[in-house]
Protein backbone atom coordinates (compact mmCIF):
# COMPACT_ATOMS: atom_id res chain seq x y z
CA UNK A 1 0.00 0.00 0.00
CA UNK A 2 2.46 2.14 0.50
CA UNK A 3 4.79 1.23 -2.06
CA UNK A 4 1.78 2.23 -3.93
CA UNK A 5 1.27 5.68 -2.40
CA UNK A 6 4.72 6.63 -3.38
CA UNK A 7 4.46 5.61 -6.71
CA UNK A 8 1.93 8.04 -7.18
CA UNK A 9 3.74 11.31 -5.65
CA UNK A 10 6.63 10.30 -8.27
CA UNK A 11 4.25 10.20 -10.93
CA UNK A 12 3.19 13.76 -9.76
CA UNK A 13 6.55 14.75 -9.29
CA UNK A 14 7.62 13.40 -12.93
CA UNK A 15 4.49 15.19 -14.32
CA UNK A 16 5.66 18.44 -12.61
CA UNK A 17 8.98 17.88 -14.34
CA UNK A 18 7.36 17.53 -17.70
CA UNK A 19 5.46 20.65 -17.48
CA UNK A 20 8.47 22.80 -16.20
CA UNK A 21 10.94 21.36 -18.55
CA UNK A 22 8.38 22.45 -21.41
CA UNK A 23 7.51 25.85 -20.03
CA UNK A 24 11.07 26.95 -20.25
CA UNK A 25 11.78 24.98 -23.43
CA UNK A 26 8.84 27.34 -25.37
CA UNK A 27 9.15 30.58 -23.62
CA UNK A 28 7.56 33.80 -24.45
CA UNK A 29 6.60 33.66 -27.98
CA UNK A 30 9.40 35.85 -30.53
CA UNK A 31 11.50 36.55 -27.63
CA UNK A 32 12.72 33.83 -25.68
CA UNK A 33 12.73 30.31 -26.23
CA UNK A 34 11.58 29.21 -29.45
CA UNK A 35 10.76 31.97 -30.20
CA UNK A 36 7.90 30.96 -31.50
CA UNK A 37 5.22 33.00 -33.29
CA UNK A 38 2.47 34.69 -31.11
CA UNK A 39 -0.56 32.44 -30.82
CA UNK A 40 1.55 29.23 -30.89
CA UNK A 41 -0.30 25.98 -29.15
CA UNK A 42 2.43 25.42 -26.92
CA UNK A 43 2.95 28.59 -24.99
CA UNK A 44 -1.21 28.34 -24.97
CA UNK A 45 -0.65 24.66 -23.56
CA UNK A 46 1.62 26.59 -20.79
CA UNK A 47 0.08 29.60 -19.99
CA UNK A 48 -3.46 27.04 -19.08
CA UNK A 49 -1.60 25.69 -16.90
CA UNK A 50 0.83 28.54 -15.28
CA UNK A 51 -1.45 27.93 -12.10
CA UNK A 52 -0.87 24.70 -11.41
CA UNK A 53 2.88 23.50 -12.81
CA UNK A 54 4.74 25.28 -10.14
CA UNK A 55 1.88 24.79 -7.45
CA UNK A 56 2.16 21.08 -7.41
CA UNK A 57 5.78 21.26 -6.93
CA UNK A 58 5.24 23.24 -3.63
CA UNK A 59 1.79 20.69 -3.12
CA UNK A 60 4.27 17.66 -3.41
CA UNK A 61 6.76 18.88 -0.99
CA UNK A 62 4.00 19.67 1.48
CA UNK A 63 2.65 16.21 1.19
CA UNK A 64 6.22 14.25 1.91
CA UNK A 65 6.95 17.16 5.06
CA UNK A 66 3.37 16.45 6.83
CA UNK A 67 4.58 12.53 7.06
CA UNK A 68 7.20 13.54 9.65
CA UNK A 69 5.75 17.26 10.97
CA UNK A 70 8.17 19.34 12.74
CA UNK A 71 8.64 19.15 16.85
CA UNK A 72 10.25 22.50 18.14
CA UNK A 73 13.16 20.34 18.96
CA UNK A 74 13.48 19.27 15.40
CA UNK A 75 13.55 23.49 14.53
CA UNK A 76 17.64 23.26 13.99
CA UNK A 77 17.80 19.97 12.45
CA UNK A 78 15.04 21.26 10.23
CA UNK A 79 17.14 24.25 9.05
CA UNK A 80 20.47 23.07 8.91
CA UNK A 81 18.82 19.97 6.50
CA UNK A 82 16.97 22.98 4.40
CA UNK A 83 19.78 25.17 3.97
CA UNK A 84 21.95 22.09 2.43
CA UNK A 85 19.11 21.49 -0.13
CA UNK A 86 18.52 24.61 -1.23
CA UNK A 87 20.24 27.30 -0.40
CA UNK A 88 24.04 25.14 -1.03
CA UNK A 89 23.12 24.72 -4.71
CA UNK A 90 21.38 27.98 -4.90
CA UNK A 91 25.22 29.70 -4.03
CA UNK A 92 27.25 27.56 -5.98
CA UNK A 93 24.55 27.75 -9.24
CA UNK A 94 23.08 31.12 -8.87
CA UNK A 95 26.16 33.20 -9.72
CA UNK A 96 27.40 30.63 -12.31
CA UNK A 97 23.81 30.86 -14.27
CA UNK A 98 23.83 34.37 -13.82
CA UNK A 99 27.22 34.41 -15.96
CA UNK A 100 26.42 32.22 -18.55
CA UNK A 101 23.01 34.42 -19.11
CA UNK A 102 24.58 37.83 -19.36
CA UNK A 103 27.44 36.52 -21.33
CA UNK A 104 27.15 33.70 -23.36
CA UNK A 105 25.72 34.22 -27.02
CA UNK A 106 23.25 31.68 -26.83
CA UNK A 107 21.41 32.43 -24.14
CA UNK A 108 17.64 32.84 -24.01
CA UNK A 109 17.50 35.81 -22.41
CA UNK A 110 20.61 38.52 -22.07
CA UNK A 111 20.83 41.29 -19.57
CA UNK A 112 22.51 43.97 -19.05
CA UNK A 113 25.22 44.03 -15.68
CA UNK A 114 26.85 47.21 -14.40
CA UNK A 115 28.23 46.21 -11.78
CA UNK A 116 29.70 42.13 -10.61
CA UNK A 117 27.42 42.69 -7.49
CA UNK A 118 24.44 41.56 -10.06
CA UNK A 119 26.33 38.04 -9.94
CA UNK A 120 25.61 37.37 -6.62
CA UNK A 121 22.78 39.48 -6.18
CA UNK A 122 20.91 35.84 -6.81
CA UNK A 123 21.61 35.39 -3.03
CA UNK A 124 19.02 37.51 -1.89
CA UNK A 125 16.76 38.91 -5.19
CA UNK A 126 14.76 36.66 -7.09
CA UNK A 127 16.75 35.71 -10.20
CA UNK A 128 15.22 32.94 -12.91
CA UNK A 129 14.24 29.64 -11.50
CA UNK A 130 16.01 29.67 -8.35
CA UNK A 131 12.99 31.85 -6.93
CA UNK A 132 11.82 28.44 -6.17
CA UNK A 133 14.72 27.69 -3.55
CA UNK A 134 14.07 30.73 -1.61
CA UNK A 135 10.64 30.60 -1.18
CA UNK A 136 10.51 27.05 -0.19
CA UNK A 137 13.42 27.91 2.33
CA UNK A 138 11.20 30.77 4.26
CA UNK A 139 7.80 28.08 3.82
CA UNK A 140 9.94 25.46 5.76
CA UNK A 141 11.30 28.12 8.48
CA UNK A 142 7.99 29.27 8.85
CA UNK A 143 6.45 25.84 9.93
CA UNK A 144 9.43 24.98 11.56
CA UNK A 145 8.83 28.17 13.79
CA UNK A 146 5.02 28.06 14.04
CA UNK A 147 5.62 24.35 15.66
CA UNK A 148 6.72 26.55 18.67
CA UNK A 149 3.38 27.13 19.09
CA UNK A 150 2.40 23.67 20.07
CA UNK A 151 -0.84 23.52 18.45
CA UNK A 152 -2.38 20.38 17.27
CA UNK A 153 -1.02 18.99 13.88
CA UNK A 154 -4.52 19.62 11.83
CA UNK A 155 -4.96 22.73 13.52
CA UNK A 156 -1.39 24.22 12.59
CA UNK A 157 -1.96 22.99 9.13
CA UNK A 158 -5.32 24.78 8.52
CA UNK A 159 -4.64 27.98 10.10
CA UNK A 160 -1.21 27.98 7.77
CA UNK A 161 -3.27 27.07 5.06
CA UNK A 162 -5.91 30.55 5.78
CA UNK A 163 -3.18 32.49 6.27
CA UNK A 164 -1.11 31.34 2.85
CA UNK A 165 -4.38 31.98 1.23
CA UNK A 166 -5.22 35.43 2.34
CA UNK A 167 -1.43 36.22 1.86
CA UNK A 168 -1.45 35.49 -1.52
CA UNK A 169 -4.39 37.33 -2.43
CA UNK A 170 -3.47 40.88 -0.81
CA UNK A 171 0.69 40.67 -0.75
CA UNK A 172 2.18 42.41 -3.69
CA UNK A 173 3.92 40.35 -6.72
CA UNK A 174 7.03 42.10 -7.24
CA UNK A 175 8.84 41.77 -4.07
CA UNK A 176 11.94 40.15 -5.44
CA UNK A 177 14.03 40.34 -1.71
CA UNK A 178 14.49 36.54 -1.24
CA UNK A 179 11.61 35.60 -3.25
CA UNK A 180 8.93 36.89 -0.87
CA UNK A 181 6.45 37.17 -3.73
CA UNK A 182 7.26 33.82 -4.53
CA UNK A 183 7.09 32.59 -0.53
CA UNK A 184 3.64 34.30 -0.65
CA UNK A 185 2.43 32.55 -4.13
CA UNK A 186 3.43 28.91 -3.18
CA UNK A 187 2.45 28.99 0.79
CA UNK A 188 -1.14 28.36 0.27
CA UNK A 189 -0.23 25.19 -2.02
CA UNK A 190 2.77 23.62 0.42
CA UNK A 191 -0.24 24.38 2.93
CA UNK A 192 -2.35 22.69 0.86
CA UNK A 193 -0.69 19.55 0.70
CA UNK A 194 0.18 19.26 4.20
CA UNK A 195 -3.91 19.52 5.26
CA UNK A 196 -4.68 16.84 2.52
CA UNK A 197 -2.24 14.66 3.28
CA UNK A 198 -3.14 14.99 7.53
CA UNK A 199 -6.19 13.76 6.90
CA UNK A 200 -6.04 10.80 4.52
CA UNK A 201 -5.92 7.56 4.79
CA UNK A 202 -3.51 6.77 2.72
CA UNK A 203 -4.87 3.64 0.66
CA UNK A 204 -4.91 3.16 -2.94
CA UNK A 205 -8.69 3.33 -2.97
CA UNK A 206 -10.47 5.78 -5.43
CA UNK A 207 -13.19 7.55 -4.61
CA UNK A 208 -14.78 8.09 -8.30
CA UNK A 209 -17.22 10.43 -7.16
CA UNK A 210 -14.37 12.79 -5.47
CA UNK A 211 -12.84 12.55 -8.55
CA UNK A 212 -15.67 12.95 -10.91
CA UNK A 213 -16.54 16.42 -8.75
CA UNK A 214 -12.53 17.61 -9.14
CA UNK A 215 -12.54 16.74 -12.14
CA UNK A 216 -15.68 18.93 -13.39
CA UNK A 217 -14.64 22.09 -11.42
CA UNK A 218 -10.82 21.90 -12.62
CA UNK A 219 -12.07 21.64 -16.51
CA UNK A 220 -14.67 24.73 -16.09
CA UNK A 221 -11.81 26.47 -14.69
CA UNK A 222 -9.65 26.19 -17.37
CA UNK A 223 -12.26 26.78 -19.60
CA UNK A 224 -12.93 30.08 -17.95
CA UNK A 225 -9.30 30.79 -18.18
CA UNK A 226 -9.14 30.01 -21.86
CA UNK A 227 -11.81 32.73 -22.71
CA UNK A 228 -9.85 34.96 -20.82
CA UNK A 229 -7.21 34.82 -22.70
CA UNK A 230 -8.65 34.86 -26.27
CA UNK A 231 -9.61 38.08 -24.70
CA UNK A 232 -6.38 39.36 -24.00
CA UNK A 233 -7.55 39.39 -19.76
CA UNK A 234 -5.67 36.34 -18.17
CA UNK A 235 -6.80 36.64 -14.45
CA UNK A 236 -2.70 35.29 -13.80
CA UNK A 237 -1.14 33.08 -11.43
CA UNK A 238 -2.17 35.19 -8.15
CA UNK A 239 -5.79 35.48 -8.19
CA UNK A 240 -8.95 33.93 -6.44
CA UNK A 241 -9.60 31.90 -9.97
CA UNK A 242 -5.28 31.30 -9.94
CA UNK A 243 -6.09 29.66 -6.75
CA UNK A 244 -8.80 27.65 -7.06
CA UNK A 245 -7.49 26.37 -10.68
CA UNK A 246 -4.38 25.42 -8.40
CA UNK A 247 -6.45 23.58 -5.89
CA UNK A 248 -8.32 21.73 -7.33
CA UNK A 249 -5.73 20.55 -10.12
CA UNK A 250 -3.85 19.69 -7.50
CA UNK A 251 -6.56 17.87 -5.02
CA UNK A 252 -7.93 16.27 -8.55
CA UNK A 253 -4.10 14.55 -9.59
CA UNK A 254 -3.60 13.57 -5.68
CA UNK A 255 -7.00 11.99 -5.10
CA UNK A 256 -7.01 10.55 -8.58
CA UNK A 257 -3.23 8.31 -7.49
CA UNK A 258 -2.15 8.26 -10.89
CA UNK A 259 0.72 6.08 -11.49
CA UNK A 260 2.68 5.80 -14.89
CA UNK A 261 5.99 4.08 -14.71
CA UNK A 262 7.76 6.23 -16.93
CA UNK A 263 6.64 9.73 -14.78
CA UNK A 264 7.34 8.01 -11.78
CA UNK A 265 11.31 7.33 -12.90
CA UNK A 266 11.65 10.81 -13.68
CA UNK A 267 9.96 12.01 -10.78
CA UNK A 268 13.22 10.38 -8.89
CA UNK A 269 15.09 12.82 -10.31
CA UNK A 270 13.24 15.99 -9.83
CA UNK A 271 15.32 18.32 -7.91
CA UNK A 272 17.87 17.98 -10.03
CA UNK A 273 16.02 18.00 -13.09
CA UNK A 274 14.63 21.52 -11.35
CA UNK A 275 18.46 22.47 -11.30
CA UNK A 276 20.03 21.84 -14.19
CA UNK A 277 16.74 21.34 -17.10
CA UNK A 278 17.87 25.01 -18.67
CA UNK A 279 21.45 24.12 -18.80
CA UNK A 280 20.81 21.72 -21.32
CA UNK A 281 17.86 23.07 -23.07
CA UNK A 282 20.89 25.88 -23.85
CA UNK A 283 22.59 22.59 -25.13
CA UNK A 284 19.97 21.71 -27.64
CA UNK A 285 18.96 24.65 -28.88
CA UNK A 286 23.09 25.12 -29.52
CA UNK A 287 22.91 21.40 -31.62
CA UNK A 288 19.63 22.01 -33.18
CA UNK A 289 20.82 25.56 -34.71
CA UNK A 290 24.60 24.16 -35.83
CA UNK A 291 23.16 21.39 -37.74
CA UNK A 292 20.09 23.62 -38.94
CA UNK A 293 17.13 22.10 -37.79
CA UNK A 294 14.00 24.72 -36.92
CA UNK A 295 11.26 21.90 -37.27
CA UNK A 296 9.30 23.34 -33.99
CA UNK A 297 7.84 19.68 -32.56
CA UNK A 298 11.27 18.17 -33.69
CA UNK A 299 12.57 20.95 -31.37
CA UNK A 300 10.19 20.44 -28.52
CA UNK A 301 10.77 16.37 -28.57
CA UNK A 302 14.71 17.42 -28.53
CA UNK A 303 13.91 19.95 -25.55
CA UNK A 304 12.03 17.68 -23.28
CA UNK A 305 14.39 14.65 -23.93
CA UNK A 306 17.81 16.72 -23.07
CA UNK A 307 16.01 18.69 -20.68
CA UNK A 308 15.11 15.57 -18.61
CA UNK A 309 17.34 13.12 -19.33
CA UNK A 310 20.30 15.39 -18.90
CA UNK A 311 20.05 15.79 -15.42
CA UNK A 312 19.48 12.83 -15.08
CA UNK A 313 23.01 11.67 -16.06
CA UNK A 314 24.50 14.42 -14.59
CA UNK A 315 22.90 12.95 -11.12
CA UNK A 316 24.33 9.90 -11.54
CA UNK A 317 27.66 11.30 -11.63
CA UNK A 318 27.54 13.63 -9.02
CA UNK A 319 26.33 10.90 -6.87
CA UNK A 320 29.49 9.20 -6.81
CA UNK A 321 30.88 11.71 -5.17
CA UNK A 322 29.81 13.07 -1.83
CA UNK A 323 31.32 16.60 -2.23
CA UNK A 324 29.97 16.76 -5.64
CA UNK A 325 26.89 15.67 -4.35
CA UNK A 326 26.38 18.13 -1.55
CA UNK A 327 27.94 21.19 -3.56
CA UNK A 328 25.80 20.47 -6.50
CA UNK A 329 22.82 18.60 -5.12
CA UNK A 330 22.49 19.80 -2.05
CA UNK A 331 21.96 16.01 -0.67
CA UNK A 332 23.97 15.51 2.80
CA UNK A 333 22.59 11.92 2.08
CA UNK A 334 22.46 9.84 -0.97
CA UNK A 335 18.81 9.80 -1.87
CA UNK A 336 15.89 12.06 -3.88
CA UNK A 337 13.34 14.11 -2.42
CA UNK A 338 10.68 16.54 -3.79
CA UNK A 339 12.52 19.45 -4.38
CA UNK A 340 13.02 21.42 -1.23
Same mark, same amino acid.
Given at each position: ????????????????? /??????????????????????????????? =?????????????????????????????????????????????????????????????????????? @??????????????????????????????????? *?????????? !???? &????????? /?????? /?????? @??? =????????????? *??????? !????????? =??????????????? !???????????????????? &?????????????????????????????????? @??????? =?????????? !??????????????? &???????????????????
Amino acid at each position: MQGNKVQSLETLRGLAC /FLLVLNHLVGMPVVAGLRLPEGNIYFLFNTM =LENFRMPLFAFLSGIIFSFRGIKPSQFNILLKGKFFRLLVPLIILGPLYLIIQANAPVANQTVEVNSYLY @YISVFWESKFHFWFLQAMFLIFFLYGAISFLQLTV *KTTYLLLFVI !GTVL &SMFLPEDIT /FFSLSG /FFFLLP @YFA =LGTLLASHEKHNE *KVNLALI !GGLTFVFIC =LLVFKYFRIQEGNNF !GRISIFGLLVGFFGCSLFYF &SKIKVKTLAFIGGFSFTIYLYHLYFLVLSRVILN @YIGVDNT =LFNVLTGLVF !GLVGPMLLNSILKKH &SLMSMLFLGEKRRRNTIPG
